[in-house]
């Protein structure tokens, strides 16, 4: 059993005479980047918005480019997940060229992806969720964070969290060419051969990666579900559920697949609402536009846009690993399908059948997928004719393709349309976060209006309608990265007209 | 000595990429003992790569409150220590990196973090191209890491 000291959950609220909250992720763009939460007059929450900075003008900056060079210049997109961008726009130019790739390009592309789940996925639960759940929503702003985690489980913990994400690092250098910034993806293959030594050096790296995702699921068990006060949380449906449609990859099994396959989506029951292929998704998605924000709101087409609502009637989907955990009917590893049926039986026990609405289940859908990452690298690594010289594939002339992976946030779209010189023409992409931004909307709107009562606040209770939307693990200033606009949180409290009675920072 | 340049930030997302800029002059002059690494944001990946080296110079984009754009600003590991504790949506920052380091693995850490910070005027347009005052601050940000890895020639 890993125990840690006592976590702090609660903390003392006082009575707020504000009208407006602000919760803002600091970024160089004034005025971009926060959550503002309006009060009535009782001090109950009105209304609620996530708005979220976007860059301007990259379709513009891609249209005239050779297509070859949008596998490279789309991953400088987002410094976050640039191997998802990498290789969902790698697969687009395989839809572009018409070009199958050989097995083992395959298996490669496959390799690669797996150990950009498995350092993700470690990074956003350990250093991300982590805080929450081991030091508690309430503890102190400048305890709760990596550091504090640390403190809390221990040095030599902590040094595995590290070693292992950088496992994950490794294995993307080996195949991708580079760490980050990956060069290895080409329409119909990729551009390297692995040699006996690198594939015998992953597979090490990854058995050693098996064993700490089995670490990471006890942990999950031993700290969080063991904890009342933690299952409390999760099982809150006043904060934390909302009845959606789930979007998200499957293989011919209906088993989840992070790389590759038709993409699902089920209805709140769990029935399959359409299963479709990349080349489908305009006929399944369309963008609603709020006034208020730069960013998009995907929302299924046949279902329409109802405004942030949920329910069979309102087209919002979620996407991510809620999402996949509610389309899939399991993994295809022995150790992820052991945990989801635990998840599954968990759950049932506690009178939930079908999808799991429960928001705060993304944490635990995210560490089923990190033990299912680290088993399918070791399956891949494992695989001897991973060396093999067959690494391209025959291709044709340009035209229209679309590419999709599962990012570790969720579903990623890439589209493009080339001229018969292999010119882009037209670009279009849905990421991650955006398909998930009128879920994660509506999610703060609950959590606020669900805890923020009577004007009653405090800095743990903004914390917790923060977790509301830190559980979709939202990455949303693809590419800026300067040094004052490191990510970091701050909530203010207002008054109707504006004044400000409260700021609480974390920064 | 063994020294790491960094340089942090988005090649295409104008004076975003100023640190790469940066890094890519410094690694074609081909500097004996240093290695320039190009890296697109702060957090863990950038204490994977300092570790082991005796020092670490980060170069980045910055914006101050009425900051004029092309200004260097030369800032230390404890410049950050306000910024090391926060929680946040999607990744660590530098500061809180580098802690983390410092708490766990001590003896792989530099023993000196210098920040060459240069003041950005757009952080939003999708481009290639610095703005001009940003521009004519690269030779001096490049000689300025060569001046403190030891390495100039005057």
Known sequence: MITVAGPIINDTTVKTKERKISIDPITRLEGHGKIEIFLNDAGDVADAYLQVPELRGFERFCIGRHVMELPVLTNRLCGVCPAAHHLASTKALDAVFNAEPPPTAKKLRELFYMGQYTHSHIAHFYALAAPDFVLGPSAPANKRNVLGVVDAVGVPIGAEVIKHRSYGQKVQEIVGGRATHPVFGLPGGVSKQISEEERAQMEEMAKSCVEFGKFTVKLFHDVVLANKDYLGLILNQDAYYLETYYMGMVDKNNKSNFYDGDIRVVDQTGKEFVRFKPSQYLDIISEHVEPWTYMKMPFLKKVGWKGFVTGPSSGIYRVGPLGRINVCTGYTTPLAQAEYDAFKKTMKDLGVTGPVHHTLAFHWARVIELQHAAERMLELASDKTITSADIRGKFNPPKEGVGIVEAPRGTLIHHYASDKDGICTKINMIVATTNNYAAINTSVKQAAKALIKGGMVSPGLLNKVEMAFRCYDPCNSCGTHALNGGPALEVTVKRKDGSVVEKQRNF | ?154
């Open chain 2, 1 to 154: 000595m063994r020294a790491i340049v960094l340089g942090v930030g988005n090649p295409i997302l104008s004076d975003d990429g100023v640190g790469i800029h940066v890094a890519r002059e410094l690694g074609a002059k081909g500097l004996p003992g240093v290695t320039v690494e190009e890296l697109p944001a702060g957090g863990l990946e950038l204490l994977d790569l300092v570790l082991d080296h005796d020092i670490a110079v980060i170069v980045d984009a910055i914006q101050t409150t009425g900051g004029t754009p092309g200004h260097i600003h030369e800032l230390e590991e404890k410049d950050f220590e306000r910024a090391v504790h926060g929680s946040s949506p999607h990744g660590i920052n530098i500061a809180t990196a580098l802690a983390l380091g410092r708490r766990i693995v001590p003896e792989r850490m530099p023993h000196t973090v210098k920040y060459i910070a240069i003041e950005a005027a757009d952080l939003v347009n999708v481009g290639e191209k610095l703005t001009p005052q940003v521009q004519e601050a690269l030779p001096r940000a490049v000689a300025l890491v060569e001046a403190i890895l030891g390495l100039s020639r005057s």
